[in-house]
C-alpha cells in the first residue's frame, strides 16, 4: 500500500480530491500539521462526495508525530454536529474526524520511504524507484514543504517537469495524481 502525505494543505477542494483519488486507489491519506481549514469544511466534503467512508485517513500535529506514527489504517468517522442553532432549515453539516495515530516504531523502523514531491524537485518524478509502503509527501499550496523536511529527504526529493516554465507549479491535487499513478504503475507493474 502506498501513502500519500500533505504537509499544511489549505485549499479545502485540493484536498478533498486527494481524498477521493486516495479512495479510489487503496492509498492512505496523512494529513500533517496546521490545516487552512477544518476537516468537516464544505467544500472539503463536497470534493471527496460521498467517498469519505473508504478514505483511510490519519491526521499528525507535527511532522515529528507523522514521522513516529504507525501507518495502520485509521477509521473516518462521520459524526452529525450538535443541531444548529441558528434554525435556517438548513440541514446539520457531518463532521469529518479521525483517530490520532497510535505510536509506533516510526516510519524508517518499518521500511517506509518518503519522497518529497516539490518546485523544483532534485529529479524528475519519473526516475524514482517507486516500491509498496512507500509515502508521497506534497507541500502547502502556497509554500511547499519546510527546508528541514526537503533536507530530511536529501536524494528523495521529486519534481514534475513543466516545460513551458509558464507556472511556478502545479495544482496540488493534479501534482497527487500525476505522482500517485506512476508510483501505482511501478508498484503493481502496470
Request: with cysteine.
Given at each position: 500500500?502506498l501513502?500519500?502525505?500533505?504537509?499544511?494543505?489549505?485549499?479545502?477542494?485540493?484536498t478533498?480530491?486527494?481524498?477521493?483519488?486516495?479512495?479510489?486507489?487503496?492509498?492512505?491519506?496523512?494529513?500533517i500539521?496546521?490545516?487552512?481549514?477544518?476537516?468537516d469544511?464544505?467544500?472539503?466534503?463536497?470534493?471527496?462526495?460521498?467517498?469519505?467512508?473508504?478514505?483511510?485517513?490519519?491526521?499528525?500535529?507535527?511532522?515529528?508525530?507523522?514521522?513516529?506514527?504507525?501507518?495502520?489504517?485509521?477509521?473516518?468517522?462521520?459524526?452529525?454536529?450538535?443541531?444548529?442553532?441558528?434554525?435556517?432549515?438548513?440541514?446539520?453539516?457531518?463532521?469529518?474526524?479521525?483517530?490520532?495515530?497510535?505510536?509506533?516504531e516510526?516510519?524508517?523502523?518499518?521500511?517506509?520511504?518518503?519522497?518529497?514531491?516539490?518546485?523544483?524537485?532534485?529529479?524528475?518524478?519519473?526516475?524514482?524507484?517507486?516500491?509498496?509502503?512507500?509515502?508521497?509527501?506534497?507541500?502547502?499550496?502556497?509554500?511547499?514543504?519546510?527546508?528541514g523536511?526537503?533536507?530530511?529527504?536529501?536524494?528523495?526529493?521529486?519534481g514534475?517537469?513543466?516545460?513551458?516554465?509558464?507556472?511556478?507549479?502545479?495544482?496540488?491535487?493534479?501534482?497527487?495524481?500525476?505522482?500517485l499513478?506512476?508510483?501505482?504503475?511501478?508498484?503493481?507493474?502496470?
Open positions: 500500500m501513502h500519500v502525505a500533505l504537509w499544511e494543505p489549505e485549499i479545502p477542494p485540493n478533498g480530491n486527494v481524498a477521493r483519488l486516495c479512495a479510489a486507489t487503496g492509498t492512505r491519506l496523512h494529513l500539521g496546521r490545516l487552512g481549514f477544518r476537516l469544511d464544505k467544500a472539503l466534503k463536497r470534493a471527496g462526495l460521498d467517498y469519505w467512508p473508504a478514505v483511510e485517513l490519519a491526521r499528525h500535529v507535527t511532522f515529528e508525530e507523522f514521522e513516529a506514527g504507525n501507518l495502520t489504517p485509521q477509521p473516518l468517522n462521520l459524526t452529525p454536529q450538535p443541531p444548529s442553532l441558528g434554525g435556517k432549515g438548513e440541514p446539520d453539516p457531518v463532521v469529518l474526524s479521525c483517530s490520532p495515530p497510535r505510536p509506533g516510526g516510519l524508517a523502523g518499518q521500511g517506509f520511504r518518503i519522497w518529497c514531491v516539490e518546485t523544483p524537485g532534485e529529479m524528475p518524478y519519473t526516475r524514482a524507484d517507486f516500491r509498496d509502503g512507500d509515502c508521497l509527501l506534497f507541500g502547502s499550496e502556497s509554500k511547499g514543504l519546510p527546508p523536511v526537503r533536507e530530511r529527504s536529501a536524494g528523495r526529493v521529486l514534475i517537469p513543466m516545460p513551458t516554465g509558464k507556472v511556478r507549479s502545479l495544482n496540488l491535487a493534479t501534482a497527487v495524481g500525476i505522482v499513478y506512476e508510483a501505482l504503475r511501478q508498484v503493481h507493474r502496470w
